[in-house]
């Protein structure tokens, strides 16, 4: 990926700084596609963050003396809830006008992993089956017990550990996902001489956020993981939490992916933030270089992670995850160029620029 920064901008990636009516300019001129995280960027919950819709209306048809230079936005979001058809109604509920080919969320990744993994539609099982002979011969009855294996041809499944999003992302990629908010209402028995039944057709467990987590998912997960040959471990994303609501933090899928990490011994192939798998597809959509896009988010460890490896400018919100006192904390090594209170910030500054000429 192309990470070639502009001459003048090199001086100022070297410290984080907080954004000014003259950065925020130099920012504008040297971005053409924004990419925004979504929760404690855009909006908490199902609440919208003040001023984000009439900053969102500005960038798209920005105007510098006179030149429209209106920028391309793009929502990249590691919340696995939704797919980008539900996100889309979400902000068109919000006001906000975004198509499905503007969001890129990690149910969609998790789906185009496997699209571009050549995940199988169908899988071989193997099945033994037993036979019991009957004969009855000088009044007495003698049995004979053979078994044969048989292959069947089946469909491949995806065992989801989240919800609706991953979902609806995995049918419309072709593939049959089973579990996700149906097993939640399942209950694991613990009972002597039991055995706990899992398919063996599973050849992907995929985890995300879940509100409706419990014991027999974890369990389930667990067994195909551990017992399904080849049987791929994918994490949409780690986030530790996330505002699903607007007054406080919850839980993150992180927390779901750790219970599985432990019950495995086993490392996820994660394709959310700050893996830079997304970033392939923007990269085909766009044509263009990483250098001239901008990762806005509120995550450290995420958003402006996945920016920076990517190569791509980076700007943090203070609305979110993040306060400032995290991010000037000495024990942390991920820094921003640039960090502001909020999204609206960027237009209110950049207003302050044109009024002094």
């Given at each position: 990926m192309d990470g070639e920064i502009s001459k003048f901008t090199i001086e100022e990636k070297l410290s984080c700084q907080s954004l000014t009516p003259q950065t925020t300019v130099n920012l504008l001129d040297s971005v053409d596609v924004f990419l925004f995280d979504c929760d404690g960027v855009i909006w908490k919950g199902d609440a919208l963050i003040d001023g984000v819709s009439d900053t969102l209306d500005t960038l798209r048809a920005?105007?510098?003396f006179i030149i429209c230079v209106g920028k391309k936005l793009v929502f990249v979001t590691n919340n696995s809830t939704k797919s980008r058809r539900q996100y889309a109604k979400k902000f068109h509920s919000l006001g906000i006008s975004v198509s499905e080919d503007e969001i890129f969320s990690s149910s969609f990744a998790a789906a185009?992993?496997?699209?571009a993994n050549d995940f199988p539609k169908e899988k071989k099982v193997c099945l033994s089956v037993t036979f019991f002979s009957f004969s009855f011969f000088q009044c007495r009855f003698s049995s004979v017990c053979f078994s044969i294996k048989i292959m069947l041809l089946i469909l491949a499944q995806v065992y989801v550990i989240g919800e609706e999003g991953i979902l609806e992302e995995l049918?419309?990629?072709?593939f049959t996902g089973v579990g996700g908010p149906e097993d939640g209402k399942?209950?694991?028995?613990l009972k002597p001489n039991s055995l706990f039944e899992h398919d063996k057709s599973v050849g992907a467990v995929v985890v995300g956020l879940d509100q409706y987590i419990n014991f027999y998912k974890l369990q389930y997960g667990t067994l195909c993981i551990r017992?399904?040959?080849g049987c791929l471990f994918i994490a949409t994303n780690r986030d530790a939490v996330g505002h699903l609501t607007d007054l406080?933090?919850?839980p993150?899928?992180?927390c779901m992916v750790a219970a599985i990490c432990g019950s495995t011994q086993k490392e996820p192939i994660v394709?959310?933030?700050p893996s830079t798998f997304l970033m392939e597809f923007l990269l085909q959509k766009f044509n263009i270089p990483t250098s001239r896009m901008c990762m806005v988010g509120d995550r450290l460890d995420t958003d402006i992670l996945f920016g920076q490896n990517a190569g791509c400018r980076t700007l943090l919100v203070l609305s979110g995850v993040t306060n400032l006192s995290d991010l000037q904390d000495s024990s942390n090594h991920i820094r921003p160029e640039y960090y502001t209170s909020t999204l609206s910030d960027i237009i209110s500054l950049f207003n302050n620029y044109q009024s002094s000429f």
């Amino acid at each position: 990926m192309d990470g070639e920064i502009s001459k003048f901008t090199i001086e100022e990636k070297l410290s984080c700084q907080s954004l000014t009516p003259q950065t925020t300019v130099n920012l504008l001129d040297s971005v053409d596609v924004f990419l925004f995280d979504c929760d404690g960027v855009i909006w908490k919950g199902d609440a919208l963050i003040d001023g984000v819709s009439d900053t969102l209306d500005t960038l798209r048809a920005m105007i510098v003396f006179i030149i429209c230079v209106g920028k391309k936005l793009v929502f990249v979001t590691n919340n696995s809830t939704k797919s980008r058809r539900q996100y889309a109604k979400k902000f068109h509920s919000l006001g906000i006008s975004v198509s499905e080919d503007e969001i890129f969320s990690s149910s969609f990744a998790a789906a185009m992993y496997l699209k571009a993994n050549d995940f199988p539609k169908e899988k071989k099982v193997c099945l033994s089956v037993t036979f019991f002979s009957f004969s009855f011969f000088q009044c007495r009855f003698s049995s004979v017990c053979f078994s044969i294996k048989i292959m069947l041809l089946i469909l491949a499944q995806v065992y989801v550990i989240g919800e609706e999003g991953i979902l609806e992302e995995l049918e419309l990629a072709g593939f049959t996902g089973v579990g996700g908010p149906e097993d939640g209402k399942k209950t694991a028995h613990l009972k002597p001489n039991s055995l706990f039944e899992h398919d063996k057709s599973v050849g992907a467990v995929v985890v995300g956020l879940d509100q409706y987590i419990n014991f027999y998912k974890l369990q389930y997960g667990t067994l195909c993981i551990r017992e399904n040959p080849g049987c791929l471990f994918i994490a949409t994303n780690r986030d530790a939490v996330g505002h699903l609501t607007d007054l406080q933090e919850w839980p993150g899928a992180g927390c779901m992916v750790a219970a599985i990490c432990g019950s495995t011994q086993k490392e996820p192939i994660v394709v959310g933030k700050p893996s830079t798998f997304l970033m392939e597809f923007l990269l085909q959509k766009f044509n263009i270089p990483t250098s001239r896009m901008c990762m806005v988010g509120d995550r450290l460890d995420t958003d402006i992670l996945f920016g920076q490896n990517a190569g791509c400018r980076t700007l943090l919100v203070l609305s979110g995850v993040t306060n400032l006192s995290d991010l000037q904390d000495s024990s942390n090594h991920i820094r921003p160029e640039y960090y502001t209170s909020t999204l609206s910030d960027i237009i209110s500054l950049f207003n302050n620029y044109q009024s002094s000429f």
